[in-house]
């Protein structure tokens, strides 16, 4: 009865304060024109001030000289000073400017400051701690989320866009635990269906929480405009990335400029080798599509393990630059093993150029690679029927293949991640995990715990990247169906079949198997 007695008083007290702020707002309206001048004026002052501050004593007199020269003319120009008049006061109007960044120009409305109060209440067993009852704590039943949210937006469906609070010191913000129970409880605050990006700062403890823009959906496999070795593995988010590359949306013509998440590739590549994992149905197949499809266009060479048998890379069959597509054990089985055979090959013609001073022969350095998809899935059979396991043979492609010019990608379910050999999860350090996984899974894959996590419902390609040691970057990946699938949408299926090469006149050359 104490507690409700409380939080009655409590909203009576937040409703007078909003009336009484209401009427400073109207008076305030009245003065706004000398308010904004005023500071506006202020502003310029303090500008002039530090640059005097921060100009070296000997350049003092010649910017006096010049700026006397200066009024000297304009004092003698017809008009002038009545126009250097109107010019310093549209300065002062343009500097004393102040943008509203509570919702509105007048502050919060009453259903924004029910919103406010709610997620400051819904906070408070997280903040709070029974020490602080003696003193003034900053998070209380009966506390104001004014004192603690320094900063907040509203979008125009009257849900918070961006929030920046304070919280106590005692807070343990170092422990994850902690740190996603309160993450979990603003994201559902705060309007479910969206993906939120959470900064923590601890130096000053200070949580910021941005509502993040959905990515483009509509990005089908095309040429894109990248560097020798780069592949595109997707697009992100515009303020992560510096790069930006054009492309076209949907059906529009016109191209325009998207972050990509660059992949590099090659003897200079930090992460050669990139493992994709995902739920089912989340886009990795796709991923692997879009690769070969972009190492082709590149002219290099591939040679593709389905591991599932699905069908999924039949459109590659026969096609100039691709050696070989292989979905059952045996022919698995010959294909890794010329891999390794050519891997050492091209090493042993790479130390042979060396030893006599010659460049590395065109068919050392043309780029080789080995796309695996489910390989989890063979090695299961080689284990049911006592034969080498395939994953074995990716040690030296791996390992060397750097050097050597072959690059191995491979995609797998999450749910199998553990069959993956050692090798595999070794050297493959460029990472991307599809599909609305939590945060923890997405921590095991990255090695860091990600700002975001995609939410349920979110599309096919949709996911998590991470390039060595860089940054946790939001992903999606351009759609590249199956074209013979008739389920996936014509003009993605079109773009697919105008990016593959033509059909060679003589099949590759791995070994097929008996």
Not at 76 to 90: D, E, K, S, V
Not at 100 to 113: R, W
Not at 361 to 387: E, F, G, I, K, M
Request: charged fraction near 25%; glycine fraction near 10%.
């Amino acid at each position: 009865m104490r507690w409700a007695l409380a939080r009655r008083d409590g909203t009576a007290t937040r409703s007078v304060r909003h009336a009484a702020r209401t009427a400073l707002n109207g008076a305030l309206d009245i003065l706004h024109p000398l308010l904004t001048l005023a500071r506006g004026t202020g502003r310029l002052l303090s500008g002039v001030r530090g640059w005097w501050l921060r100009t070296p004593k000997e350049r003092r007199g010649p910017a006096l000289f010049v700026t006397a020269s200066c009024l000297l003319v304009v004092g003698l120009m017809p008009y002038g000073p009545a126009l250097a008049l109107a010019g310093l006061l549209a300065t002062a109007a343009w500097y004393g400017r102040e943008q509203a960044v509570h919702g509105g120009a007048t502050g919060p409305d009453e259903e924004q400051l029910a919103r406010l109060q709610a997620v400051y209440e819904a906070l408070v067993p997280c903040f709070a701690s029974p020490a602080d009852a003696a003193e003034d704590p900053l998070y209380a039943l009966e506390g104001d989320f004014e004192r603690v949210f320094e900063n907040y937006t509203f979008c125009d469906e009257g849900r918070l866009s961006r929030l920046r609070l304070h919280y106590p010191a005692h807070f343990e913000d170092s422990d994850p635990h902690q740190r996603f129970r309160v993450e979990q409880l603003l994201s559902a605050k705060c309007g479910r269906g969206r993906e939120y990006r959470f900064n923590w700062d601890e130096e000053h403890n200070r949580l910021e929480m941005t509502a993040l823009a959905p990515l483009h959906t509509g990005i089908a496999a095309q040429r894109f405009v990248t560097g020798t070795g780069e592949v595109v593995l997707g697009f992100t988010d515009a303020s992560d990335v510096r790069r930006t590359v054009p492309v076209t949306v949907g059906g529009d013509e016109e191209p325009h400029d998207v972050p990509p998440v660059v992949w590099r590739t090659g003897g200079k590549s930090r992460e050669p080798h990139l493992l994709a994992l995902g739920l089912p149905g989340s886009g990795t197949t796709t991923l692997l599509r879009s690769i070969a499809l972009q190492a082709l266009t590149a002219g290099g060479e591939i040679v593709v393990v389905d591991g599932e048998g699905s069908g999924e890379f039949a459109s590659l069959t026969g096609r100039r630059g691709v050696l070989g597509v292989e979905a059952s054990l045996s022919g698995a089985v010959a294909t890794l093993e010329w891999a390794v055979h050519e891997t050492e090959r091209r090493l042993l013609a790479a130390s042979r150029a060396r030893e006599q001073g010659r460049p590395r022969p065109a068919d050392a350095t043309r780029p080789l690679w080995l796309l695996l998809d489910r390989p989890a899935v063979l090695s299961h059979l080689a284990d049911a029927q006592n034969r080498r396991d395939p994953q074995e043979l990716l040690q030296v492609p791996l390992r060397h293949g750097r050097a050597a010019g072959v690059t191995v990608a491979v995609a797998e379910q999450l749910d199998a991640a553990d069959e993956l050999g050692q090798a595999v999860r070794s050297h493959t350090r460029a990472r991307t995990v599809l599909g609305p996984v939590s945060r923890e899974q997405a921590r095991e894959v990255l090695g860091e715990a990600p700002p975001s996590t995609p939410g349920p419902g979110t599309p096919a390609g949709r996911g998590l990247a991470r390039l060595g040691s860089g940054p946790v970057l939001r992903l999606q990946v351009p759609a590249t169906p199956d074209p013979y699938d008739d389920a996936a949408a014509a003009r993605e299926r079109d773009a697919v079949l105008a990016l593959l090469p033509e059909r060679a006149a003589h099949p590759g050359p791995v070994p097929q198997a008996g």
